[in-house]
């Protein structure tokens, strides 16, 4: 494995990574502003790094990681879960507020973006299964998203998501089917 770059929002985040991982190279994207010159460093960091996306759970972070994955060819994943996010007062969300324990979780859990997906995922399946266009769609998408640790989703993210992450049909069902008992 190559040496690793994780990228997050904020120097909040940014200091709480060092805390934890202090040898680790950070770099932030100044929250959603991120500029051309940071994007250029890590076009060029991604030729001899593992560039790892690290991003706030909230809109924003889904912004810059969508930004930044058009933009880098070997980027990996790593997602926390909006409840475990919360600052203590409930008014701010970000890595930072996450335990020492969640973080660690979410890193070893990251995902690789698969540039060749053979996913069979469909639009038509995720409506079959009741993930779209259903009353509770968003709650099974909500478990099935936790579960796969692929981050919060909406049924257009979803898709997308599971066609880069190279998931099949059938891991979906198998997540729901535990779910459900």
Same mark, same amino acid.
């Given at each position: ?68 994955? $058009? !933009? *880098?060819?070997?980027? @990996?994943?790593?997602?926390? &879960?909006?409840? =475990? /996010?919360? %600052?203590?007062? +409930? $008014? !701010? *969300?970000?890595?930072? @507020?996450?335990?020492?324990? &969640?973080?660690? =979780? /979410?890193? %070893?859990?990251? +995902? ?19 993930? +779209? ?49």
């Amino acid at each position: 494995m190559k040496n690793q770059v994780i990228v997050v929002e904020g120097r909040n985040d940014a200091s709480r990574l060092k805390q934890i991982f202090p040898q680790t190279t950070i770099i932030t994207t100044n929250g959603s502003a991120i500029d051309e010159n940071s994007i250029e460093i890590l076009i060029e960091l991604d030729k001899t790094h593992d560039i790892i996306l690290f991003l706030d759970p909230d809109h924003a972070g889904e912004r810059i990681r969508r930004l930044l994955s $058009k !933009k *880098i060819n070997h980027v @990996h994943h790593a997602f926390l &879960d909006q409840e =475990k /996010a919360y %600052s203590k007062n +409930k $008014k !701010k *969300i970000g890595i930072e @507020h996450a335990t020492d324990e &969640d973080i660690i =979780k /979410a890193l %070893s859990e990251m +995902k690789i973006v698969a540039h060749e997906s053979n996913s069979d995922i469909t639009h038509t399946f995720l409506y079959e299964i009741k993930l +779209k266009g259903h009353k509770d769609s968003k709650n099974l998408r909500h478990i099935l998203s936790t579960k796969m640790k692929i981050g919060y989703v909406n049924g257009k993210t979803l898709y997308q998501r599971l066609k880069t992450f190279n998931i099949m049909k059938q891991e979906v069902i198998e997540v729901l089917r535990e779910s459900s008992s």
